[in-house]
């Protein structure tokens, strides 16, 4: 469903800008991306427990070998927020790198 641009200076051409989903799993079956930026808390899970399909959608993108960065604005300590990752097996499908996975 295309999204009606407000009046601009910029031609676009009539190309589809913004395509809506109820989820990547699909966009994660077609290899198009080759990175992901995922916010943890309401993409990944709940809170308390992983959304249906968010383990199987990065299995599915750690096979194609799309780089993952997961993203947050927790307040939490990244040692408290690795745990959590880890005991819902999110942990074990990426790579850290970086000072934020310290």
Same mark, same amino acid.
């Given at each position: $469903?295309?999204? &009606?641009?407000?009046?601009?200076?910029?031609?676009?051409?009539?190309?589809?800008?913004?395509?809506?989903? +109820?989820?990547?799993? *699909?966009?994660?079956?077609? #290899?198009?991306?080759?990175?992901?930026?995922?916010?943890?808390?309401?993409?990944? *899970?709940?809170? /308390?427990? &992983?959304? &249906?399909?968010?383990?199987? +959608?990065?299995? /599915?993108?750690? /096979?194609?070998?799309?780089? $993952?960065?997961? @993203?947050?604005?927790?307040? #939490?300590?990244?040692?408290? +927020? *690795?745990?959590? $990752? #880890?005991?819902? $097996? @999110?942990?074990?499908?990426? #790579?850290?790198?970086? &000072?934020?996975? @310290?």
């Amino acid at each position: $469903m295309a999204v &009606p641009l407000p009046n601009c200076a910029v031609s676009t051409n009539d190309a589809q800008l913004f395509q809506f989903s +109820t989820g990547i799993q *699909h966009l994660a079956e077609s #290899r198009r991306f080759k990175a992901w930026f995922l916010d943890q808390f309401g993409v990944l *899970h709940d809170g /308390k427990k &992983p959304y &249906p399909g968010a383990i199987s +959608t990065l299995e /599915k993108l750690a /096979k194609s070998g799309a780089n $993952m960065v997961v @993203i947050s604005n927790s307040s #939490r300590r990244a040692s408290v +927020t *690795h745990e959590k $990752m #880890r005991s819902e $097996m @999110i942990l074990g499908l990426l #790579r850290l790198e970086g &000072p934020a996975s @310290i």
